[in-house]
């Protein structure tokens, strides 16, 4: 029986990693979210168009009654940004699911011109960045390196079937204006270019060279051109700078003016220079998501790159790491007190003898109903090792009160086995059913409570007859090595008598 179960543990451990992993499930909560981005530099009149345009594609659902109400903002934060709250209808007034109205409005929109929207879900944890789907940046030392790999990994990202609307986090539309100075030109004329940026400076915005205290305040002096204001690229073209032999010559004799799309920021991760990826997700949870990115990431990043995640993605490895170091702290705990309540180690591990097995058969129930990974289902787990404890301690706890009467290991296992069945097998039943209707859930937080409940009937329901027999075949095994308390009162009883035997002779 033993040998069976640490087999069947071992079977569990190797398909722990084909489960699923993710912060918490996909859940309705009948609303949802999209964000719409366009191009730098356009104006509102034209976002709030290309707004109305989406609102006008989501109509029909609004007509269906699935969508009751839209509420929009058209430039939030910035004349190219915006946000449309969807409030979707109570679960009994629709047949499809809200991740199923999603996906139809993610179609609806994607190919809409000018605009480039992305629908999430909220998660009733309020994690920052929940429901955008996958989320990692590319860290490294060069911008326009990083730029180029996340473009290619992107492009790669679209292929695959698990991401939807792969895309970097800030586009690199915003227009720029750069000037190229040709040194040798400028050395040639005996031009001097140490100070030629602050006089570009003081020529296009005026620069800084001072302040003083007028009232006690502090106003700045600047210095500013007293020509015609630049205010086109062209206009620096009458722009004068003095050549060595004294003639002034036009600043383009040696400036190149360039236009160029640069990103609106430059992000930092982990000290590094990085460029940020989203893409919502398929039918995938975000575990093996972040995996695939990984893979699909490898050949393409060169030498000093590496990926970090982020967002949700952040969170689930935190949460990976948190839960190991939980299950660590509750076996330690959970065996430090049974053995300072039995006062013996021997019956500890007894009674801990099931809990791997009852973890086994959680992971099994989970592959098996398609449960992921997540927070709840997580609880549920650390829930079952304390049912499992339990039953494992009125079968033990009876069976040393039995060999204290003067039992035998075999006697008294058995005897406790028959007259502990009933209340051990309540308590697993009566868990049981009580899960059930977790199970059976709908509407509001139905997936949190489904998760919760599939670890506990799922798992007790798989270890219930196994634990019956593992308990007592580990007491016959190691129950020898238990002491009773009828042999150590009469040991103790053998050495008083012995001392005051030898205390009469000497006397």
């Known amino acids: 029986m033993i040998v069976i179960s640490v087999l069947f543990a071992a079977a569990a451990y190797g398909a722990f990693g084909f489960i699923k992993s993710e912060i918490t499930p996909s859940e309705d909560r009948s609303i949802a979210f999209m964000r719409v981005s366009a ?3 356009v104006s509102l009149d034209y976002f709030a168009e290309r707004m109305r345009r989406i609102e006008t594609l989501i109509q029909p659902l609004r007509d269906s009654g699935e969508v009751v109400s839209t509420f929009s903002i058209a430039g939030r934060g910035s004349s190219n940004s915006g946000f449309l709250v969807l ?10 699911s809200q991740q199923e109205i999603v996906a139809d409005i993610s179609t609806r929109v994607r190919n809409e011109p000018g605009v480039r929207a992305f629908v999430f879900q909220p998660n009733s944890l309020g994690i920052r960045g929940a429901g955008n789907g996958l989320s990692f940046a590319i860290a490294g030392n060069n911008y326009a390196k990083l730029t180029e790999t996340a473009e290619k990994i992107v492009a790669a990202m679209d292929e ?28 040639d004329l005996g031009i001097d270019i140490d100070g030629l940026g602050n006089t570009i400076q003081a020529m296009l915005d005026g620069r800084k060279i001072g302040s003083v205290f007028i009232d006690d305040r502090s106003v700045d002096v600047k210095l500013v051109s007293t020509t015609n204001p630049v205010n086109d690229p062209t206009d620096l073209e009458n722009i004068y700078i003095k050549a060595g032999d004294g003639r002034f010559v036009p600043l383009s004799v040696i400036a190149t003016l360039k236009e160029q799309a640069v990103p609106p920021s430059l992000s930092r991760e982990d000290q590094l220079r990085s460029v940020g990826v989203n893409a919502a997700l398929g039918d995938v949870a975000l575990g093996e998501a972040y995996q695939r990115a990984q893979e699909i990431a490898a050949p ?51 009674i801990m003898a099931t809990v791997p097995l009852g973890l086994a058969c959680a992971v099994f129930a989970m592959l098996l109903t398609g449960t992921s990974l997540n927070v709840y289902s997580q609880i549920g787990l650390v829930l079952l090792v304390g ?11 009876f069976a040393n009160q039995l060999r204290d009467r003067g039992l035998g290991v075999r006697e008294a296992i058995e005897e406790a086995s028959l007259i502990r069945l009933r209340p051990v097998a309540m308590t697993m039943i009566c868990t049981i059913v009580g899960g059930v209707p977790l199970v059976l859930a709908s509407g509001a937080g139905a997936e949190a409570r ?19 027999f593992l308990t007592p075949v ?16 009469a040991r103790l009883e053998r050495e008083l008598d012995h001392a005051s035997r030898i205390g009469g002779k000497a006397s």
């Open 474 to 489: 580990a007491y016959l095994v190691l129950g020898r090595f238990i002491t009773p308390k009828v042999e150590e009162e």
């Open 387 to 397: 049912i499992m404890a339990k039953n494992g301690i009125l079968i033990v706890e």
């Open 450 to 468: 489904i998760a919760l409940g599939w670890v506990i009937v799922g798992g007790l329901g798989l270890s219930t007859l196994s634990t019956l």
């Open 87 to 96: 409030r979707l209808a109570d679960w009994e007034n629709r047949a499809r």
């Open 300 to 350: 393409l990043l060169e030498p000093g790159m590496r990926l970090v995640p982020l967002g949700e993605a952040a969170a689930l490895g935190e949460t990976a790491n948190s839960m190991l170091i939980i299950f660590g702290f509750a076996l330690v705990i959970i065996l430090l007190v049974l053995a300072a309540q039995f006062e013996s180690f021997v019956s500890a591990i007894i």
């Open 39 to 41: 191009p730098q530099g």
């Open 160 to 187: 695959d079937p698990g991401f939807r609307q792969a895309r970097l986090s800030d586009d690199t539309t915003q227009p720029q204006l750069s000037i190229a100075i040709d040194r040798e030109r400028a050395f």
